[in-house]
Structures are given as C-alpha cells and as structure tokens.
C-alpha cells in the first residue's frame, strides 16, 4: 500500500518513523509547503526529493496513491481531507477532524457522500497502559462505573500555532482525553460544564487551564481537571484517571493500572504488551481498513462525536452556562 503525506515538520516525523518501520506500508509521495522542512526531512529520512510537492493536488496527479496522511495544523485538515476523499483516496487525518464545526461537518458529509473512507488519529487509545486500564474496567469484573476523576497536568514549549489558539489546552489536547472517556464509558456525553483560565505566567495566548464536568449516559459523572502551563509534579500525556465502581476503584497513576476492592489491598495490574501501539497501531488499521475492507474504529463518522465534545465544551466556557452534549 502506497500513500502520500501531507506534512512533514511536527507530527510529521512521528508517521515518517511508523511508515518506514511498516511491512506493509510504503511511500508514494509527500507534500510539503516549506521548502526548509522539506529539504531537512528530505536528508534526515533518506527521501526522495523528487517525491516532494507544494500541494496534494499536484502529489494525486504525479503519483499514484492507496491512501493520504493528512499531517497538517488543524486549520488545513479540510481543504486536504477533502480534496483526497473527493480524488476517491482514503484519509487517515490527524487529531483533531477538524478546527471547526462547520469544517468538521463538511469532512463527514464528504466522506459519506464519496463512501470514501476517513479515519482520524486517536492514537491515545492505542497506548499499552490505555489498553490495560480498558481490559481491567471491562473484564475485571468492577461492575458498574459511577464517576470518575481525571487529571492532567504539563507544561510544553511546542511554539507555532498552538501558543496562539483561544483555548489550546482543549482545542489541541483534551480532544485525547475526550475521546478516551468516550471509549472507557461507551457511551456519550449529556450535559457539559467547564471554566477555563489562563496563569499569570502561562506563555500560551489563550486559556491553557480549565476544570469541566461531564455527564455522561446513566448519570455517570466526570471530572476533568487540567493544565497545560504546569510548573511541576507533571502527570503522564495519558493523563491521570480514577474510576468508582460499584465493585472496587480502578485507577491509572502514572501509567500504571491499580485496583482496591472493597476491604483488599491495593493491586497492581501487570500491564498489556501489546504488539503495535500509537501511530504503528493505526497505520495497521488503516492498511487493513483499504486493502481488506475491515470497519476502523476511528472514522471520522465516530470522532465527530469526541469532536464534539471539544465545541461543547468551548460554548459552556464562553456561555459560563451548562451545554447540553451536541453528541
């Protein structure tokens, strides 16, 4: 399976590592807009600079495709997401679908009317300490989910466009977190709350701090707390997550999985080892997705929901007022 990537800087260097390790996946061509990024990845990869171009259009007529990874900032996942699924050529985007409502509607409303696919990136839930805490909860007999807790706390010089976004820490990086209360609680979101800030000494633009409440289905109660400007004591990307359960607590605590039943000791779940994880994991999915037909989880018909969760939270922190879930 051959594709095209559309990026190369940033994230970009994440998928030229997982697409030169796979056995299955290979390039076709990339599509770069900065000729300095460009030439660097060029040497740095051992590409092909012949294989590089200004725009995917001149990429799709070039060369031929399987498949396009869209790695570009947020602002510009339409305009390739949709110029690949309307040349007929699956999608596999990275987080978030969207910047936009609007942007994120017309990607789904593409892929459903082209029947092309459109995957995104949610890597998170591919992570070996993901895995095991979703193994636990679901097969370690805890019963019922009441609440849970979880904390998140870092402070990353990325630079570029996320210091200057309205609400970074959401916006770029709580759409992870989102999208696993989705998956651990499989169900959505019914009713949403949060207030956001930005410290004094934060060198983001706009607010990098917030705490959201989340009601999901069955009354499940969810309490985000969150920093992306944390001076110290950082939590893990995976975050930090406590379940109540009607059987026992199940917590992640710096990737690791423990449990407590009711009057027990504390116990440390040995950890999953899975064979692929993150990108590895989804470059898989999405080469057996095209070549075998097999449904991914993640299309973009899916992570609209988690998306959603991002909007909503946005208008409660504009409002100040409790949204109910667009979801």
């Not at 660097?40 to 171009?53: H, I, M, R, W, Y």
């Not at 596999?92 to 459903?112: F, G, H, R, Y």
């Not at 944390?230 to 607590?249: D, I, L």
Request: hydrophobic residues 45%; negative net charge.
């Amino acid at each position: 399976m051959k594709v095209i990537q559309v990026g190369l800087g940033g994230m970009g260097n994440a998928w030229l590592r997982a697409v030169q390790a796979s056995p299955h996946v290979e390039y076709a061509g990339f599509v770069e807009i900065n000729v300095e990024i460009a030439a660097e990845q060029v040497a740095k990869f051992g590409l092909d600079p012949n294989t590089v171009f200004p725009s995917l259009d001149q990429a799709l007529a070039a060369v031929q495709a399987d498949g396009v990874l869209n790695v570009t900032p947020p602002q510009f996942h339409r305009a390739v997401s949709l110029t690949a699924l309307e040349a007929g050529v699956p999608v596999l985007s990275e987080k978030p679908l969207a910047d936009t409502p609007t942007s994120a509607q017309d990607i789904v409303d593409a892929a459903n009317r082209t029947g092309v696919l459109h995957m995104v990136a949610q890597n998170y839930r591919y992570h070996a300490p993901v895995q095991t805490l979703y193994q636990t909860l679901h097969q370690g007999g805890f019963g019922a989910i009441g609440g849970v807790t979880v904390d998140f706390f870092r402070g990353p010089h990325f630079g570029g466009f996320r210091e200057e976004m309205p609400y970074p820490l959401i916006i770029d990086m709580a759409i992870h977190h989102f999208d696993l209360m989705r998956f651990f609680l499989a169900r959505d979101p019914v009713t949403i709350y949060g207030r956001s800030w930005n410290p004094p000494w934060s060198w983001y633009k706009g607010d990098a701090s917030a705490s959201v409440t989340l009601e999901f289905g069955d009354g499940v109660m969810v309490s985000y707390n969150a920093s992306w400007c944390s001076q110290g004591q950082v939590t893990p990307w995976n975050a930090n997550w406590r379940f109540e359960c009607a059987e026992g607590v199940v917590t992640l605590v710096d990737d690791q999985v423990m449990t407590q039943r009711p009057d027990g000791e504390p116990e440390l779940v040995p950890a999953l080892d899975p064979p692929l994880v993150g990108q590895a994991y989804l470059l898989q999915e999405f080469y057996e997705a095209v070549t075998l037909g097999k449904a991914p989880v993640t299309t973009c018909q899916d992570n609209f929901k988690s998306l959603g969760i991002v909007f909503d939270v946005i208008q409660s922190l504009v409002s100040g007022a409790v949204v109910p879930s667009s979801t």
